[in-house]
């Protein structure tokens, strides 16, 4: 039986990226302009900038590359760019190898912000990762949730 490694290191992109064409902006113009509309023939001024703010927002952002990050998983926890989260704090993982945007590790902590965090791995590493979460973590089965796959049908 081969020794456990220590630590497993790799980059991944923050989060998939959907390219969004011309007709994607259209569209979401199209939606902001409405809402803008009906917000002022309700005479709610206030809400018809805020709407105008969010659609400007959105745009920028569905617009913006992700930027490629540093994953590690070590026997000290889960590193994500500079935060360490410790197995402590950590509850359960599972490894989806049959997710279309390529092999997915699914962890759950016990934060309230963010109990769910998905992390794209490398399929030439999936052994040595699973080698080192199933002596500190349970495997269970996790999925994402429905709202985040709603977002992803859009191209977020």
């Not at 989060?15 to 007709?23: A, M, S, T, Y």
């Not at 902001?32 to 002022?40: E, P, Q, R, S, T």
């Not at 105008?52 to 990050?69: D, E, F, H, M, Q």
Request: no cysteine; aromatic share 8%.
């Amino acid at each position: 039986m081969e020794p456990t490694p220590r630590s497993v290191t790799w980059e991944a992109p923050e989060h998939h990226h959907v390219e969004k064409g011309n007709d994607w902006f259209f569209a979401l113009a199209i939606i902001i302009v409405a809402l803008i509309i009906v917000a002022i023939l309700f005479n709610n001024v206030l809400f018809a900038l805020l709407i105008g703010l969010s659609g400007g927002a959105l745009a920028v952002s569905a617009a913006k590359r992700p930027s490629v990050i540093p994953f590690s998983v070590s026997i000290r926890g889960i590193k994500i760019e500079d935060q360490l989260y410790s197995f402590s704090t950590l509850e359960s993982y599972k490894i989806d190898e049959d997710d279309p945007r390529g092999p997915q590790l699914l962890i759950m902590s016990n934060r309230k912000i963010m109990p769910l965090m998905v992390l794209p791995i490398p399929a030439d590493h999936i052994d040595e990762i699973e080698s080192i979460l199933k002596e500190k973590l349970e495997e269970a089965e996790l999925e994402e949730s429905l709202f985040m796959k709603i977002l992803e049908l859009f191209g977020f």
